[in-house]
């Protein structure tokens, strides 16, 4: 079955850069998707379609995807944006079968 | 405003099937390009897709559950439910409802993406 690979855990001071990525055999002809999951919360959409933001989404998260891998960049991480991220997709065998990356587990201090 | 919210039972006994039902507002599932569809977490453990309803009733599963799981919709009531059968202490877990829109095209393909979550439903497989 498809998979979405992500780093278990990234830790950042806050002011600085963090990158968390996410690689997929069919991210070259799928988009990424990327949820923000806070603690006892349901996940929120940060990025859309690679690189879109939501509106309400801080200008400080970026996406982008090259190849068999996306990256999710927050310039200047700040202490609220300490969280579970996970990477989103569709399998590219199974139609519209949706997949999940294992979680990024994001801390900022 | 959009808003889903899971209803079902908190404790379910192994072997028995689960029902869920997600109702919601702020959107029809007769709108062409809308879906609605249930993730689950298990604690301390990562999200995982499960189904997903279209609005043309185009149905879509988890490979690894696709023999357990059944999806339906009302659309004049804003309801979809999900049920899976013969459940196990291994499907222990947070289950959420989401609404899914179509996004843009993109190489041949229609992309759609969870843009709303309902708060979700802890359900526990216990004896």
């Known amino acids: 079955s498809y998979e979405l690979t992500q780093p278990p855990s990234v830790s950042v001071s806050p002011g600085q850069t963090a990158r968390i990525t996410c690689s997929g055999d069919?991210?070259?002809?799928?988009?990424a998707y990327w949820y923000q999951q806070k603690s006892g919360q349901a996940p929120v959409l940060v990025i859309y379609e690679d690189n879109r933001r939501p509106s309400g989404t801080p200008e400080r998260f970026s996406g982008s995807s090259s190849g068999t891998m996306a990256t999710l960049t927050i310039s200047g991480a700040q202490v609220e944006d300490e969280a579970d991220y996970y990477c989103y997709s569709t399998d590219i065998s199974g139609g519209h079968r949706g997949v999940f990356g294992g979680g990024t587990k994001l801390t900022v201090l | 405003q959009v808003t889903l919210r899971e209803s079902g039972p908190a404790l379910v006994i192994p072997t028995q099937t689960l029902t869920l039902t997600c109702t919601f507002s702020g959107f029809s599932l007769s709108t062409n390009g809308m879906c609605v569809g249930w993730i689950r977490q298990p604690p301390g453990k990562a999200l995982e897709w499960l189904a997903r309803?279209?609005?043309?009733?185009?149905?879509y599963f988890s490979a690894s559950l696709q023999t357990r799981l059944s999806i339906s919709k009302d659309t004049p009531k804003n309801q979809v439910v999900l049920t899976m059968a013969n459940m196990d202490p291994v499907d222990t877990a947070t289950y959420f409802c989401?609404?899914?829109?179509?996004?843009?095209?993109?190489?041949?393909?229609?992309?759609?993406?969870?843009?709303?979550w309902g708060k979700g439903t802890t359900v526990i497989v216990s004896s």
């Open positions: 309803i279209d609005w043309d009733d185009d149905e």
């Open positions: 069919a991210l070259p002809k799928r988009y």
């Open positions: 989401v609404r899914l829109v179509r996004g843009r095209r993109y190489n041949d393909f229609n992309h759609y993406y969870m843009d709303v």
